[in-house]
């Protein structure tokens, strides 16, 4: 299939602009910023799973630590595996940090090409990007067939989004692995691959399943996993969608035949226009978000470390607009939560209500 082109003068001029606000010593204090975080997000993941294991024994204690390890785990995802399997931090155990992945339940070889190639190459675009097949469950793009009940999805969805990580843990990573392909693209499957993915499974499933069983009636190991992969799934399916299932997002580009009758058109500038970011002032959603309420810097500079995406958001606002280009941004989490419910409900409705 045809390919998105290069980002022309706007990829060029931010580049250069990038490079220039990326100084030696810029990327030095960002290392250790992203060192310091990473081992306090893992402190943060194990302290709470700890506290389950030996301390917690009734449910007054065991529920907030469920959603403490949920969160952690979120963080985790968010800041180390994220920007490790992007290629975004380097060093001799970047390979070893992606693999965190792995101990999450998900896998870090298939969502290497589900999320670097077929997300990042064609965003928003049905039939090649695997972010926006959620169907028959949800409907996401304009070009995607509509079932009557997505005429509720506006409200259901919110709780479905907590299946994201079961997905993950129990039937998604199982059957592309064995189906050999995610989207457009083939998964490699040497036998290292296929051995770390096995191993990746066993281990998750020993620390999150296995050894409470062995602590715990039958009954609370379940629950307690139940609880801690609903809410991980949600955090991270809602993060995500906000990014991208908005109404500020450009969505009338959004199918693999369009792609083709369309060949002259721009990567980067589709990068752009079909990502919103949200929140930028806030400090606190920008730290445990691992920086993707900056989305457009990430898909415009994957392979940045998120540390920089702050600083960056203003460079790449001002470099569209020097070339016409129009950056999108929801000042709130609030307001970008409201859009991405006014993008189910629409998307939702039949077209003769729309």
Known sequence: MALLKGGGDFQRDLRAEVASALTPSVLRRGRWQMGIKAALITAWAVGSYLALIVWAREPWAIVPLCFSLALALAGVGFCIQHDTNHGAVGGRYSRLLGFSLDLLGGSSQVWREKHNHAHHSFTNIDGADTD???????????????????????????????????????????????????????????????????????????????????????????????????????????????????????????????????????????????????????????????????????????????????????????????????????PTFRSAIGSHARWLRRMGMAPSTM
């Open 132 to 330: 926006i097949e959620s169907l028959p469950l949800a409907r996401f793009a304009p070009s995607q067939r509509r079932y009557p009940h997505h005429r509720f999805q506006h409200i259901y969805m919110w709780f479905f989004y907590g299946l994201y990580a079961f997905n993950g843990h129990l039937t998604g990573d199982w059957a592309e692995m064995v189906r050999g392909r995610v989207g457009l693209r083939r998964i490699r499957r040497s036998p290292g691959v296929i051995a770390a993915f096995i191993l990746g499974k066993v281990l998750f499933f020993s620390w999150a399943l296995m050894l409470p069983l062995m602590l715990f009636p039958w009954w609370a190991a379940l629950g307690g996993f139940a609880l801690t992969s609903w809410v991980f799934g949600i955090v991270l399916a809602v993060v995500f969608q906000m990014a991208h299932c908005v109404e500020e997002a450009e969505h009338g580009f959004t199918t693999v035949a369009e792609l083709e009758a369309n060949p002259g058109r721009r990567w980067a500038e589709h990068q752009l226009a079909s990502t919103v970011d949200f929140a930028p002032r806030s400090r606190v959603l920008t730290w445990y978000l691992g920086g993707l309420n900056f989305q457009a810097v990430h898909h415009l500079m994957p392979k940045v470390c998120h540390v920089h995406y702050a600083r960056l958001s203003p460079v790449v606002e001002r470099v569209a607009a020097a070339n016409g280009l129009q950056y999108r941004c929801h």
